[in-house]
């Protein structure tokens, strides 16, 4: 189903000014995600992997940093971060980046229709801090190396065709990438305290080996009007992208992003923040923002990577906060959908659902150790909303 969005435009008066002028421009812009019952009820007490879930559901642990991946001779690589899974006839692969320097990469897992692991293997080696990245139509996973003058790769999730470096897309701090089918478009999110948020528009659809790396541009504000200008070098030397536009919008830490429906999603760490830009009507608001929270604490902090699902559920994990993976609904309500309890040095990483939406992956980027060495990856299976 499409996500929707309630616009509130009867927003006056104490209120407006709470969410920092969502009128702006006359316009009525939603208000940021308030806390309130997530749509599958209360956490119950931590399992025997530690981690708390609602009713229903239930967690494994699927591989360990520097240990055999269970029924494979595949030793699994360390700090797994962004990730993203792909049918594979009546299974499915999950991919996972390994963010260190050197060395990096990605690894992939690959399941049987009833979930038994029948393979692990390396896709991406030699490569730096690859941490997101994205997923594209064609069946590729796009791994970003969150370094200074960082590539994009382009990589084989079954492991058969080597990995193609993408210059076109820019030289930058890479984090995470979504691909708009409907645009032509890859979107681009840069990990740095003044980064900006791009798109590429391939020459060819399907082919990465060429084309236009844009820049938005927009006003100093939470929400409004947006535009997109050429980056004249994305090679980034020696002026960096970023510093290229004059007017280029300026996002404190992006991380995660999500594309659906003709909106994309993306997350500043650096300011808690779920960002949205409508692109059919070119206008960007605030999703969530932990410091517009009315009434309470605010249940989602350290806000990082994201996902959705087919229902239009958006799923934002944690770096740091309490360890969880919060549920942002299309009512615009944001819960707690799970708790990783004894892990507090490390952070949520790789949020992705097979594709039948009934099992979520995702890792501990440096579990009980609180070290690189340390990280887990899990799945969680239950009722999710389809």
């Known amino acids: 189903m499409e996500r929707r969005t309630f616009l509130r435009g009867a927003v006056v008066g104490t209120s407006a000014a709470a969410f920092g002028g969502t009128l702006m421009r006359g316009a009525a812009y939603a208000v940021p995600a308030q806390p309130g019952p997530g749509p599958y009820g209360a956490l119950g007490p931590a399992d025997a992997n530690g981690i708390m879930l ?41 991919v996972s980046n390994s963010e260190i320097n050197p060395s990096g990469g990605a690894s992939a897992v690959r399941f049987n229709s009833s979930g038994t692991i029948t393979s692990a293997y390396r896709i991406l080696s030699g490569t730096r801090q690859n941490c997101a990245g994205g997923k594209t139509p064609w069946n590729t996973w796009l791994s970003c190396e969150e370094v200074s003058l960082g590539y994009v790769y382009e990589t ?112 500043t760490k650096g300011d808690n923040r779920v960002w949205q830009l409508n692109l059919a009507g070119n206008t960007y608001e605030l999703a969530y923002d932990d410091s517009l929270v009315v009434g309470g604490s605010a249940p989602l902090t350290g806000v990082d990577n994201v996902t959705g699902s087919s229902f239009g559920d958006l799923y934002v994990a944690e770096d740091g906060g309490t360890m969880e993976i919060c549920v942002i609904t ?57």
Not at 76 to 85: E, F, S
Not at 176 to 184: H, S
Not at 359 to 382: K, P
Request: charged share 15%; aromatic share 12%; proline share 7%.
């Open 156 to 267: 084989d999730p079954w492991g058969v065709n080597a990995a193609v470096r993408r210059p076109a897309m820019g030289r930058f701090k890479h984090e995470a990438a979504a691909a708009d089918p409907g645009r032509q478009a890859v979107y681009l999110t840069e990990d740095e305290s003044d980064g900006c948020f791009y798109r590429f528009l391939p020459t060819t659809w399907g082919n990465l080996s060429s084309g236009t790396l844009q820049v938005l541009v927009a006003g100093s504000g939470t929400s409004g009007s947006f535009s997109w200008q050429n980056v004249p070098d994305p090679d980034g030397s020696p002026t960096t992208t970023r510093n290229q536009v004059s007017g280029a919008k300026r996002f404190n830490g992006g991380e995660g992003c999500h594309y659906a429906n003709d909106t994309v999603w993306f997350t």
């Open 330 to 386: 299309p009512d615009d309500v944001v819960a707690p959908f799970l708790r990783i309890t004894g892990q507090s040095s490390s952070e949520i990483t790789g949020p992705a659902f097979s594709p039948a939406g009934n099992r979520l992956y995702f890792s501990s980027q440096r579990g009980t150790s609180g070290s690189s060495s340390g990280g887990i990856t899990y799945e969680v299976t239950g009722p999710f909303r389809t």
């Open 54 to 94: 609602p009713g229903g559901f239930s967690s494994r642990v699927i591989a360990r940093s520097g240990q055999t991946v269970s029924g494979t001779s595949y030793t699994w690589h360390n700090a797994p971060d962004g990730g993203a899974c792909y049918s594979d006839g009546t299974g499915w692969i999950y």
